[in-house]
């Protein structure tokens, strides 16, 4: 009897024992950096996602007093007016020449294939559409981040848990913004990294999944046009090309509405007008076209409103493009920086437009989260340590032209980020071979320590 007694309380002391082993073996990781940082991640984006249920289902958002960006009275305003088109268009109207019934009367001012993107709201009511394209941006905005932690690993950066780049990018204040509003920008992010999908590989079948990638992109939102660069820059002459067909394909739905869809575009522009304004730059936009006049006037450097917005803007987003892109020509590598390269360059694109507000901006943090990393110069962590002030919803009572400013100084700092990335896969020993185009595979000799890059013809 004492001897079984014995070897029970021998049998519950080993079973606590392993359990002790166990529970150290799940905390030990927690106690790392981190793990920490996973964990909190988690706690945030369940507190985030709890936030957003409830403002669905209130129909508004939850912290909408307290951000920079001054929400709506009611959200998804955006997706309403394709919400409205789209259904109205399925019972056989046509929204461009009748009243599909907008929350705000406003005329419909995207092309017809957006419309078409938009037929699924049929099968739904209002509610439960909202839910389910909330539910949509906040996965594309993850699908983002989850390419861009992806590509940071393939650099070889310092690592960076999934759950913290997770939340990092959808709790942003672009991505909340998209959401709040409901904005399709975000189905943006799939066709960018089909683009680079189809730049990691060769022939026809590549060049046709970035020509239609494109083509479609452009054909959603006209910025995305800038995208055509990174494919002279990579010599994917072919793809430019099927670019080119594709958007005609897309654009040959309902073309009898193109005219009316220009000319809405047209008055939304006129509605945006400076005048319109007061002659202020807008807290929630990042037009360097419409923002240039208002920036300069009033100060020592007035004279500088004499440079027409469109102008400044193509010059300096073009001299941003010209200098991240002569690295990436010259590289004998680019596999690895393609998907932040394409996300730098939407972001850059969204800058030119004279309407441009900053739910289409998630592009740069993400471009961001890809390609900076600790052994930057004190500079750019200086630099990028600021995006914090926009990246972030919260209002901090900054102005709109510093706001601004921060944006673009950010952009600038990540292409300075991007190209030394570049540099870095341009003098990586070891590389036998590189797709330079879809018409030759040119080997490489092994480059030395002190080669900057390759240049190859």
Same mark, same amino acid.
């Given at each position: 009897?004492?001897?079984?007694f014995l070897?029970?309380?021998?049998? %519950?002391?080993?079973d606590?024992r392993?359990?002790?082993v166990?529970?150290?073996a799940?905390?030990?990781p927690l106690?790392?950096?981190?793990g920490?940082?996973?964990l909190v991640?988690?706690?945030?984006l369940v507190s985030?996602?709890?936030?957003?249920?409830?403002?669905?289902?209130k129909w508004?958002v939850?912290?909408?007093?307290?951000?920079?960006?001054?929400?709506y009275?009611?959200?998804?305003?955006?997706?309403?007016?394709?919400? &409205?088109?789209?259904?109205f268009?399925a019972?056989g109207?046509?929204p461009?020449?009748e009243?599909?019934?907008?929350?705000?009367a406003?005329k #419909?001012?995207?092309p017809?294939?957006?419309?078409?993107?938009?037929?699924w709201?049929?099968?739904?009511?209002?509610?439960?559409?909202?839910?389910?394209?909330?539910?949509? #941006?906040a996965?594309?905005?993850a699908m983002?981040?989850?390419a861009?932690w992806?590509?940071? &690993?393939s650099?070889?950066?310092a690592?960076v848990?999934l759950?913290?780049?997770?939340a990092a990018i959808?709790?942003?204040?672009?991505?909340? *913004?998209?959401?709040?509003?409901?904005n +399709?920008d975000?189905?943006l992010?799939?066709?960018?990294?089909?683009?680079?999908?189809?730049?990691?590989?060769?022939g026809?079948r590549?060049d046709?999944?970035?020509?239609?990638?494109l083509?479609?992109?452009?054909?959603?939102?006209v +910025?995305?046009?800038?995208?055509?660069?990174?494919l002279l *820059?990579?010599?994917?002459y072919r793809?430019v090309?099927?670019t080119a067909?594709?958007?005609?394909?897309?654009?040959?739905? &309902?073309?009898q509405? #193109?005219?009316?869809?220009?000319?809405?575009?047209?008055d939304l522009?006129a509605?945006t007008d400076?005048?319109f304004?007061n002659?202020?730059?807008l807290p929630?936009?990042?037009?360097i076209?419409?923002?240039w006049?208002?920036?300069?006037r %009033?100060?020592?450097?007035a004279f500088?409103?004499?440079?027409p917005?469109?102008?400044?803007a193509v010059?300096?987003?073009g001299?941003?493009?010209?200098?991240?892109?002569f690295?990436?020509?010259r590289?004998?590598n680019?596999?690895?920086?393609?998907?932040p390269?394409l996300?730098?360059?939407?972001a850059?694109a969204t800058?030119v437009p004279?309407?441009?507000?900053?739910y289409?901006? *998630?592009f740069?943090?993400?471009?961001a989260?890809?390609v900076?990393d600790?052994?930057d110069?004190?500079l750019?962590?200086?630099v990028l340590? #600021?995006?914090?002030v926009w990246v972030?919803?919260l209002?901090f009572?900054?102005?709109?032209?510093v706001?601004?400013g921060?944006?673009?100084?950010?952009?600038?700092a990540?292409?300075?980020c991007?190209?030394r990335?570049i540099k870095e &896969?341009?003098?990586?020993?070891?590389v036998?071979?590189?797709?330079i185009?879809?018409?030759?595979?040119?080997?490489?000799?092994?480059?030395s320590?002190t080669?900057e890059?390759?240049?190859v013809e």
């Amino acid at each position: 009897m004492r001897l079984a007694f014995l070897a029970g309380v021998g049998a %519950d002391t080993a079973d606590a024992r392993g359990w002790r082993v166990r529970l150290a073996a799940v905390a030990r990781p927690l106690m790392t950096t981190r793990g920490l940082l996973s964990l909190v991640a988690l706690l945030v984006l369940v507190s985030w996602g709890q936030s957003w249920i409830k403002s669905v289902k209130k129909w508004k958002v939850k912290n909408a007093p307290v951000t920079w960006y001054g929400p709506y009275e009611f959200m998804a305003l955006d997706f309403l007016h394709n919400f &409205q088109a789209a259904n109205f268009w399925a019972k056989g109207h046509d929204p461009y020449r009748e009243d599909f019934k907008d929350p705000i009367a406003r005329k #419909l001012c995207y092309p017809p294939v957006v419309v078409l993107c938009f037929a699924w709201c049929a099968l739904f009511s209002v509610k439960k559409a909202i839910a389910v394209w909330t539910i949509a #941006l906040a996965a594309l905005a993850a699908m983002g981040a989850v390419a861009a932690w992806r590509s940071r &690993q393939s650099l070889g950066l310092a690592p960076v848990p999934l759950l913290a780049a997770v939340a990092a990018i959808v709790t942003s204040a672009p991505v909340d *913004f998209a959401m709040e509003r409901g904005n +399709y920008d975000l189905l943006l992010v799939p066709l960018v990294l089909a683009m680079a999908w189809g730049l990691r590989r060769t022939g026809w079948r590549a060049d046709a999944v970035i020509g239609a990638a494109l083509g479609l992109a452009v054909c959603l939102k006209v +910025y995305p046009g800038l995208l055509v660069f990174p494919l002279l *820059f990579l010599r994917r002459y072919r793809a430019v090309g099927l670019t080119a067909a594709a958007g005609v394909v897309f654009l040959a739905f &309902q073309f009898q509405n #193109l005219p009316i869809f220009v000319q809405n575009l047209r008055d939304l522009a006129a509605i945006t007008d400076e005048k319109f304004h007061n002659f202020s730059v807008l807290p929630a936009t990042h037009s360097i076209t419409f923002a240039w006049a208002p920036l300069w006037r %009033d100060t020592r450097f007035a004279f500088l409103t004499k440079i027409p917005g469109g102008i400044a803007a193509v010059g300096i987003v073009g001299s941003l493009l010209l200098w991240v892109g002569f690295y990436v020509r010259r590289c004998p590598n680019p596999r690895n920086v393609l998907v932040p390269f394409l996300l730098w360059t939407a972001a850059a694109a969204t800058f030119v437009p004279r309407v441009s507000n900053d739910y289409n901006l *998630f592009f740069l943090p993400m471009a961001a989260l890809a390609v900076w990393d600790r052994r930057d110069s004190v500079l750019l962590h200086v630099v990028l340590g #600021l995006t914090c002030v926009w990246v972030q919803p919260l209002a901090f009572g900054i102005s709109p032209s510093v706001m601004l400013g921060l944006k673009v100084v950010s952009l600038v700092a990540v292409a300075a980020c991007l190209v030394r990335r570049i540099k870095e &896969q341009s003098a990586e020993p070891g590389v036998p071979s590189v797709v330079i185009s879809h018409t030759a595979v040119v080997s490489l000799p092994r480059p030395s320590p002190t080669t900057e890059c390759c240049h190859v013809e």
